[in-house]
């Protein structure tokens, strides 16, 4: 099975299916963790859903046997799972469920992918489009063990060191925006930046515990939530899954408290910073689609993506490529205003882009295919943020 090949045209993976190879083990050819704990077993099941008609669910039962095990077969050496998509999307292609089972003795192992049969209503319509739908081939395939942090993370569409190289990079063109704005503006580029790289790192704790503790008060486990047939798996912490609000309020509180430690005005600092974090923003959405997460909804619609979620590669809405567009739409027109204009009262630019973001990015929340988790309720923050830019330009507008 080829994994999907990425075209600059679509600037997406376009999946290669092919009948006779649909089921494949995950692999990562690194012989310096070829044997390092934990280890993980990893497979992908490709199949062909319908070309129309309503969403349809499809389970796929997985069983596997560690080769040359002898003897009684203890839990770690066999394992049988069931996978379930509630909801295949006809006309959207091809689909790659990626299954990792953690709590197996390492070795290689021999894994069977069987279709399960759904229960059926009685009615004719359904009768009807289930004979439509493409039968799911039983297939087989040997694979080793690997790396477990490795193997968690790898998935058709979803591309190895893909997320934290693209944020990395964001973080880089952000700083590069604030230090020309910094100097533009007269303000001292080298305090300025030390001030913001410790910001940067406090911003990135902020955002892991931000991340898990919406998880937590979702009802989910710190860890991440655990996918029907996946043994023992967590998230690592040092993956991806954080949530930019936790980046933005941590690294704020550090400016903050940073500009007036080394004797800088806290306003223009922050009018200075914010094309730069929207514009590291830009790039780092990238990472999260070539990274295969905070992926959006499946859909059959010709201007869908094919992409991962690490756990579902299909064609998508490209949620993560418009949360960028808005970042980089509001990151341009905030550089402008701070290049060409003296913002007063100081602050005021800081304020307005954060809270459009804000609203752009409850907006966009409904494409996702993982609800996110608000603690204030999505309608409240919607409407904080659409009064706090009204009250924002006025404040620009007539105040001077």
């Known amino acids: 099975m080829e994994e999907p090949t990425w075209t600059l045209a679509a600037f997406a993976p376009r999946a290669r299916f092919t009948q006779e190879q649909p089921f494949h083990m995950v692999t990562f050819g690194c012989d310096l963790v070829a044997d390092v704990e934990p280890q993980a077993l990893g497979f992908t099941y490709w199949f062909q859903v319908a070309n129309e008609g309503e969403p349809y669910p499809v389970s796929i039962h997985f069983a596997g046997r560690r ?3 002898k003897g009684k077969l203890s839990s770690r050496d066999k394992f049988s799972t069931l996978e379930r998509i509630e909801q295949v999307v006809p006309g959207s292609g091809p689909i790659a469920v990626t299954t990792r089972v953690v709590d197996v003795a390492p070795g290689e192992w021999h894994v069977t992918a069987s279709p399960a049969s759904e229960v059926r209503t009685r009615r004719s319509q359904d ?29 058709p569409g979803a591309r190895l060191g893909a997320w934290p190289a693209l944020v990395g990079l964001g973080a880089l063109v952000g700083l590069a925006s604030q230090a020309l704005l910094a100097s533009h503006t007269h303000l001292s580029v080298a305090r300025v930046l030390v001030v913001s790289l410790i910001a940067s790192l406090v911003g990135l704790v902020g955002a892991k515990l931000y991340f898990h503790t919406g998880h937590f008060l979702a ?4 860890a991440g939530h655990s996918l029907p047939g996946q043994r023992g798996e967590h998230r690592p912490m040092l993956a991806a899954g954080m949530c930019i609000q936790g980046f933005v309020l941590g690294a704020i509180l550090t400016i903050a408290v940073g500009a007036q430690i080394v004797g800088l005005p806290l306003g223009r600092v922050l009018d200075v910073t914010a094309p730069g974090l929207l514009f590291g923003m830009t790039v780092g959405r990238f990472g999260c689609f070539f990274g295969g997460c905070c992926a959006g909804r499946p859909t059959a619609a010709r201007w869908g993506l094919w992409s991962s979620d690490r756990h579902v590669g299909v064609r998508r809405i490209p949620v993560q490529l418009f949360e960028s567009t808005l970042a980089l739409c509001l990151g341009l027109a905030a550089f402008v205003i701070v290049w060409t204009t003296t913002p007063h009262p100081a602050g005021v630019v800081f304020i307005g882009a954060i809270a459009g973001y804000t609203l752009g990015r409850q907006l966009l929340f409904p494409l996702r295919d993982q609800p996110r988790y608000s603690v204030h309720g999505r309608n409240r923050m919607i409407a904080f943020a ?6 924002d330009i006025a404040i620009a507008a007539f105040v001077r």
């Open 219 to 222: 009802g989910r486990t710190v």
């Open 127 to 155: 009768r009807a489009a289930a004979q439509n739908q493409p039968r799911l081939p039983n297939a087989s395939s040997n694979g080793t063990t690997g790396f477990a942090p490795v193997i968690q993370i790898r998935a």
């Open 67 to 69: 080769m040359g095990a």
């Open 386 to 391: 659409g009064f706090v830019i009204i009250a």
